[in-house]
């Protein structure tokens, strides 16, 4: 039998042990590493290389969708399976755009989520309850990927979420007032919101970013 090889990243040690003893129940899964934030997660995945990774929407520095773009970039056979407090269809258009394999509610039953893992790796796509190839993928974004933020405007995202100025964000990244504006303008189209403000509750009701405190 081969082994499927899983990464768990959540930053709830509690959330992390209890999908950990679920999986090691499965003879076909083995979990062999796991990770509490972003940056973390991407030197295990970028060193260990496993089947899948479980991966939080939510973390505290680099967000699951942020993860599951590197991922994709970098052409890593890791598929990432992203786990969210906060469903919706945009959310779930953008995860398969990105390059995320999976987009489950982390209400999802440990028997389904077991059986996610196993579709992935399989080379199917799952939302919600559904399973789906490559070609029902494409029809199902449409034909082209969903707009996303590239790293720099989720920088300035998350900047800006805390309350900066668009000076303050620029001396923060090392970076021109203008650019800043730039960026922020570009946010602003890609949420299609109409001020900082939207931006900011935006993020933070998908869990892209956080509050610090």
Known sequence: MSMIRILIVDDHPVFRRGLHDVLSLEDDLEVV??????????????????????????????????IAREVSRQGWRTRVVLLTAYDDEAQQRQALAEGAWAYCSKEVSPEWLIQVIREVVAGHYVIEYQVFGERERQAWLGGEPASSLSP?????????????????????????????????????????V????????????????????
């Open 152 to 192: 720099r405007e989720m920088e300035v995202l998350r900047l800006l979420t805390q309350g900066m100025s668009n000076r303050e964000i620029a001396q923060t990244l090392g970076i021109s007032e203008q650019t800043v504006k730039n960026h922020v303008t570009a946010i602003l189209r890609k949420l299609n």
């Open 33 to 66: 590493a796991e990770a509490a934030s972003g940056r973390a997660a991407l030197e295990v995945i970028r060193g260990v290389q496993p089947d899948v990774a479980l991966v939080d929407v939510n973390l505290p520095d680099i967000n699951g969708h942020e």
């Open 194 to 213: 109409e001020d900082r403000t939207q931006a900011a509750v935006y993020a933070l009701q998908r869990g892209w970013v956080r509050l610090k405190g």
